[in-house]
């Protein structure tokens, strides 16, 4: 007989991190610092079941799956700017994909980071422009 008990319903990224097998926290909570002290400002959020943060627009995120975790750029040509530094990374068109326990390199997310958010701000600046 199948489990009729829903899952909870994940509203915070604390309870995203907390709800996900302890293999993964450490860096899923790696990730949460280091996008919060480079973007203090983004807001946090669940959005299609992960850890996003938005800053003027969808900025980054997280998440945790089977087999891995993933670090995401929300962005389908960030990561081009950085294809020579992720050579032997698993990646996808936005995101790094890490092995459970695997090191993240940290100095590489910072910089993707710190592009994403300048990216986000020039694209705010250029529409409020194009509204004068």
């Known amino acids: 007989m199948e489990n009729t008990t829903p899952k909870p319903v994940i509203k915070t990224v604390d309870e995203y991190i907390a709800s996900q097998p302890e293999v993964y926290r450490k860096s899923l909570e790696q990730l949460r610092r280091l996008i919060r002290t480079l973007a203090p400002e983004a807001k946090e959020s669940i959005s299609y079941g992960i850890a996003c943060y938005s800053y003027h627009y969808m900025f980054v995120g997280f998440s945790a ?28 068109m936005g995101g790094i ?10 100095e590489l997310i910072t910089r ?13 600046i ?3 422009k194009k509204k004068l």
């Open 65 to 92: 799956h089977k087999n891995h975790f993933s670090f995401t750029s929300m962005s389908s040509t960030m990561l081009k700017k950085f294809e020579n530094e992720l050579e032997g990374f698993d990646t996808s």
């Open 97 to 106: 994909r890490f092995k459970p326990g695997q090191e993240i390199p940290v």
């Open 112 to 124: 993707i980071i710190l592009e994403r958010k300048a990216e986000n701000e020039l694209r705010s």
């Open 126 to 128: 250029m529409k409020k």
